[in-house]
């Protein structure tokens, strides 16, 4: 049977795993499931490395960051009293459906809670809770987007890759927060979707496998949603002229965007989040900071002048000179402006003191950062199969 598993089917096996994972705690009634799911994860991944992965530096790669998250605590505000904390309250309530109770607001219940409850599964696998290992199993979540990246670059260009993913991403690999999670996830999907218009075989599968990247994304984090919006609307724009791929990815989009949407409508619902007026977003705010040009110069500073960001800008402007592929371009460009168009519009709107909530910029532009990064490789590395062919 396990010859019967190609590349492509070992992948989506994988990614339905952790999707599963996500689905299995809804109830808490079926943690032998969420053992086996576990397992069969542990497996799929053993077999993919085994069967498939000619790369053994990505092998080595991913031991030494489960090494280090294993050596290293878990002190950072948004890890500890978010993520883990999450994670251990669905260990010890065996669902995820126990933040109805709304109980720590702090710990931001109406966040989606993919990782967390895959965290959550590798801990119920042992069967005890500590603080120190269950951080492993957010870890465990780079395999996927790390597995995509690795088929697209090889020899030289993965290993610059994974220089690339290391200067940006950094600690955000280790340290139980899932900023790095979402940039993985995203960059894979767009990695993904770019090269969907050179597919004639397998298609139905590269699709599947868009579907569950983009699912993951989205219930990483609250932004992995706008990532996923932004993606839909940058491919539109530059694939228009091909209409059924425009189409096919119309309905990815539908299907991927329902298993968050459903999450939002549950917490809405019941009433999940934070009810503090003071952390709810107004139109007020938005339309108070608009008229002044010292916030727009502050937000600037923050997310375009921040040295992940400019190194990503840099390089792509470069790789567009040298290159010249309008595609990429016009793929890249788009969703990012895109994107940074949102974030300046989440930021002139926060609740909060705007100086305050820029403290985490250099988190939320990861995700362009890293895509400007890994695209101007993939351009350079496109030409040069140019010229070999």
Same mark, same amino acid.
């Given at each position: $049977?396990?010859?019967?598993?190609? *590349?492509?089917?070992?992948?989506?096996?994988?990614?339905?795993?952790?999707?599963?994972?996500?689905?299995?705690?809804? #109830?808490?009634?079926?943690?032998?499931?969420?053992?086996?799911?576990?397992?069969?994860?542990?497996?799929?991944?053993?077999?993919?490395?085994?069967?498939?992965?000619?790369?053994?530096?990505?092998?080595? &790669?991913?031991?030494?960051?489960?090494?280090?998250?294993?050596?290293? #605590?878990?002190?950072?505000?948004?890890?500890?009293?978010?993520?883990?904390?999450?994670?251990?309250?669905?260990?010890?309530?065996? #669902?995820?459906?126990?933040?109805?109770?709304?109980?720590?607001?702090?710990?931001?219940?109406?966040?989606? #809670?993919?990782?967390?409850?895959?965290?959550?599964?590798?801990?119920?696998?042992?069967?005890?809770?500590?603080?120190?290992?269950?951080?492993?199993?957010?870890?465990? $979540?780079?395999?996927?987007?790390?597995?995509?990246?690795?088929?697209?670059?090889?020899?030289?260009?993965?290993?610059?890759?994974?220089?690339?993913?290391?200067?940006?991403?950094?600690?955000?690999?280790?340290?139980?927060?899932?900023?790095?999670?979402?940039? @993985?996830?995203?960059?894979?999907?767009?990695?993904?979707?770019?090269?969907?218009?050179?597919?004639?075989?397998?298609?139905?599968? *590269?699709?599947?496998?868009?579907?569950?990247?983009?699912?993951?994304?989205?219930?990483?984090?609250?932004?992995?949603?706008?990532?996923?919006?932004?993606?839909?609307?940058?491919?539109?724009?530059?694939?228009?002229?091909?209409?059924?791929?425009?189409?096919?990815?119309?309905?990815?989009?539908?299907?991927?965007?329902?298993?968050? @949407? $459903?999450?939002?409508?549950?917490?809405?619902?019941?009433?999940?989040?934070?009810?503090?007026?003071?952390?709810?977003?107004?139109?007020?705010?938005?339309?108070?900071?608009?008229?002044?040009?010292?916030?727009?110069?502050?937000?600037?500073?923050?997310?375009?002048?921040?040295?992940?960001?400019?190194?990503?800008?840099?390089? &792509? @402007?470069?790789?567009?000179?040298?290159?010249?592929?309008?595609?990429?371009?016009?793929?890249?460009?788009?969703?990012?402006?895109?994107?940074?168009?949102?974030?300046?519009?989440?930021?002139?709107?926060?609740?909060?003191?705007?100086?305050?909530? @820029?403290?985490?910029?250099?988190?939320?532009?990861?995700?362009?950062?890293?895509?400007?990064?890994?695209?101007?490789?993939?351009?350079?590395?496109?030409?040069?199969?140019?010229?070999?062919?």
């Amino acid at each position: $049977m396990l010859k019967t598993i190609t *590349q492509e089917n070992n992948i989506l096996l994988i990614l339905s795993t952790i999707i599963l994972n996500y689905i299995l705690f809804l #109830s808490s009634s079926l943690l032998i499931l969420i053992k086996l799911n576990f397992i069969l994860f542990i497996f799929f991944t053993f077999n993919y490395f085994f069967k498939y992965e000619k790369n053994k530096f990505l092998i080595f &790669f991913l031991l030494a960051l489960i090494i280090i998250s294993l050596g290293t #605590s878990t002190d950072s505000w948004d890890a500890r009293s978010i993520w883990i904390f999450k994670a251990k309250e669905f260990f010890y309530d065996h #669902s995820i459906i126990s933040v109805k109770n709304n109980y720590a607001e702090f710990s931001h219940n109406n966040y989606p #809670s993919i990782a967390p409850a895959f965290t959550a599964s590798l801990s119920t696998l042992i069967g005890y809770w500590n603080e120190i290992y269950p951080k492993a199993g957010l870890t465990l $979540m780079f395999i996927p987007p790390l597995i995509i990246i690795s088929r697209f670059f090889d020899n030289n260009f993965f290993l610059i890759s994974i220089s690339i993913i290391l200067f940006i991403i950094g600690k955000f690999l280790v340290n139980g927060e899932l900023d790095g999670l979402v940039a @993985l996830y995203f960059v894979s999907s767009l990695i993904i979707i770019y090269n969907l218009k050179n597919l004639n075989y397998d298609i139905f599968k *590269q699709y599947l496998c868009l579907i569950f990247f983009l699912i993951i994304l989205s219930l990483l984090k609250t932004e992995g949603a706008a990532l996923l919006l932004c993606t839909f609307i940058g491919s539109i724009l530059t694939f228009y002229k091909n209409k059924d791929l425009c189409k096919k990815l119309i309905i990815s989009f539908f299907f991927s965007i329902i298993p968050v @949407l $459903m999450w939002n409508y549950f917490c809405i619902y019941n009433n999940i989040g934070n009810t503090n007026n003071n952390y709810i977003f107004d139109i007020n705010n938005f339309n108070y900071r608009i008229l002044y040009l010292e916030n727009y110069i502050l937000i600037f500073e923050s997310l375009l002048l921040n040295e992940k960001f400019l190194f990503g800008l840099i390089v &792509f @402007l470069s790789s567009a000179i040298y290159v010249k592929n309008k595609n990429i371009f016009i793929y890249v460009s788009s969703i990012s402006l895109i994107y940074i168009l949102f974030l300046f519009i989440i930021y002139l709107s926060t609740p909060l003191d705007l100086e305050w909530h @820029l403290n985490s910029a250099n988190r939320i532009i990861k995700p362009i950062a890293l895509f400007l990064s890994i695209f101007s490789l993939y351009n350079i590395l496109n030409k040069e199969h140019k010229y070999n062919a």
